[in-house]
């Protein structure tokens, strides 16, 4: 079936440090891959997606590659800032034409000053 | 801001009770769909529509009905609330240029007692 790991956290990172966090995914078919950021109190917010192998999403300084030899999307960040702070969700769209979404667990990320 | 409102936005209610979330989405989309979030498992698919009168279940829908009369209102509801429906939901909707990418509302926070 479909499915999505991502690492779990929490993580907690200083100012201005690098961020990644792991996402591999099992799919059959050609998935679109998403990833998705809930500030505390908050709806998800579509922070990029990928929808074919080697596509870059990148959004607010946040990139993730689409990699099929190595079924990841890898979510990065130069340098991450305080306001980065949340719950990020690496996600896959299976067709079928309902374009319905599975979701990793979530990875929660401190950022201090 | 893909137009989508949820009510109520919090909720306590006694088990057993009868209890409807109601999704309003204002841009015509054909799709929408209900997830709950729970600590450690993400989000998961209850329900989604993929038209008027027009629905299917998702991975969680044991204990949830849904119903659209309209395009623009998807509701959900728990017949009877139990405990383990304390949750926070989301309904989603269908969007975007390329019309594959699925966005949330805010979430409405449900406890059952």
């Known amino acids: 079936g479909n499915s999505v790991t991502q690492m779990e956290g929490p993580v907690t990172l200083s100012e201005e440090a690098f961020l990644t966090i792991n996402c591999t995914y099992t799919a059959t078919g050609y998935p679109s891959l998403f990833w998705y950021v809930q500030y505390p109190g908050e709806g998800l917010q579509l922070l990029l997606k990928a929808t074919k192998a080697d596509d870059k999403g990148s959004n607010k300084g946040f990139e993730a590659t689409y990699r099929k030899e190595t079924t990841s999307f890898h979510l990065e960040k130069g340098s991450v800032q305080v306001s980065d702070s949340a719950v990020y969700f690496c996600a896959l769209s299976y067709q079928g034409g309902s374009e319905k979404l599975v979701f990793g667990k979530g990875t929660k990320l401190t950022v201090n000053p | 801001d893909a137009g989508i409102t949820q009510s109520p936005r919090h909720k306590v209610t006694e088990t057993g009770t009868p209890v409807t979330l109601r999704c309003h989405q204002t841009?015509?989309?054909?799709?929408m769909y209900w997830y709950r979030q729970d600590p450690g498992h993400g989000l998961r698919l209850i329900h989604y529509s993929y038209g008027v009168k027009d629905t299917d279940k998702g991975e969680v829908s044991d204990g949830y009905s849904v119903s659209r009369s309209k395009t623009e209102d998807f509701l959900l509801t728990l017949e009877s609330a139990t405990s383990s429906q304390t949750s926070v939901y989301f309904c989603?909707?269908?969007?975007?240029?390329?019309?594959?990418?699925?966005?949330f509302g805010e979430g409405s926070w449900l406890t059952v007692v």
């Open positions: 989603a909707i269908r969007g975007g240029n390329s019309g594959n990418t699925i966005y």
């Open positions: 841009e015509n989309h054909r799709y």
